[in-house]
């Protein structure tokens, strides 16, 4: 069983920074793999990032790719996404997510993983 809390949503002009974290409990977080979701208003979930169970692998969504960067810390059994030069239409509830116990590789696919948290507000203003 893994649990996830993030942290660190808030609101920020468009072309700000803001790092949302996600704090993870039990004891296979270092052997899967993680992933950031958001969901934006009337929309779908869509795939932001995901990072493998080392942290020598990344996977981001096109539109991030270059702004935002996905990292772990599997002593602190933490996953970061840091969110640079944002957008109005990054504006979404952002959520954390643990893949399943053989999901170990980073993934697009939502069905891989077992796990999620509450979810973050990110507001970006123009």
């Known amino acids: 069983q893994v649990q996830l809390v993030e942290s660190g949503g808030g609101s920020v002009h468009a072309g700000g920074s803001l790092r949302v974290t996600c704090a993870a409990s039990?004891?296979?977080?270092?052997?899967?793999?993680m992933g950031w979701f958001r969901q934006a208003p009337g929309k779908e979930r869509e795939f932001v990032a995901s990072?493998?169970?080392?942290?020598?692998?990344?996977l981001y969504e096109d539109s991030v790719k270059g702004r935002f960067t996905i990292s772990r810390d599997n002593a602190k059994k933490s996953v970061d996404l840091q969110m640079n030069s944002l957008k109005p239409e990054d504006t979404a509830v952002y959520y954390c997510?643990?893949?399943?116990?053989?999901?170990?590789?980073?993934?697009?696919?939502?069905?891989?993983?077992?796990?999620w948290g509450q979810g973050t507000q990110v507001t970006v203003s123009s």
């Open positions: 997510a643990a893949g399943s116990y053989y999901t170990t590789s980073a993934t697009t696919r939502d069905q891989s993983y077992a796990y």
């Open positions: 039990g004891r296979t977080f270092s052997r899967v793999a």
């Open positions: 990072i493998n169970w080392s942290g020598d692998n990344t």
